[in-house]
């Protein structure tokens, strides 16, 4: 009976970590919502990210370069410290580009 309640809560534990999206608490866009430009750099990078990779962006044009910034931490082993170097790098341009939009992360 005990080795049922422990397989039990080790599946529900398994299953709500699996279903967890992403760890940090930062703010999310869909691939849909990037500019052209942007969206040409995902279909990219894609091909070499895993589970861990993460991108993030931010833009105030659809299509001047210079308002948009990108950053995808791609060979990366734990998941949160992609999300955190793609933000960090991310912020860092946006900064010096002066972007007005902040910085978030990308989902499928």
Not at 30 to 41: A, C, F, G
Not at 49 to 55: G, P
């Amino acid at each position: 009976m005990h080795l049922l309640k422990y397989l039990v809560c080790a599946l529900a534990l398994i299953g709500f970590t699996v279903s967890a999206k992403p760890i940090g608490q930062y703010p999310v866009m869909q691939v849909s919502e990037l500019p052209d430009p942007l969206r040409s750099q995902w279909k990219i990078v894609k091909p070499e990210m895993t589970k861990m990779s993460h991108c993030a962006a931010a833009f105030d044009s659809h299509t001047d370069g210079e308002k948009m910034a990108w950053h995808c931490s791609i060979y990366i082993k734990m998941s949160a410290e992609g999300e955190r170097r793609a933000m960090h790098s991310c912020e860092e341009k946006r900064v010096a580009k002066g972007i007005k939009m902040p910085c978030k992360l990308i989902e499928e």
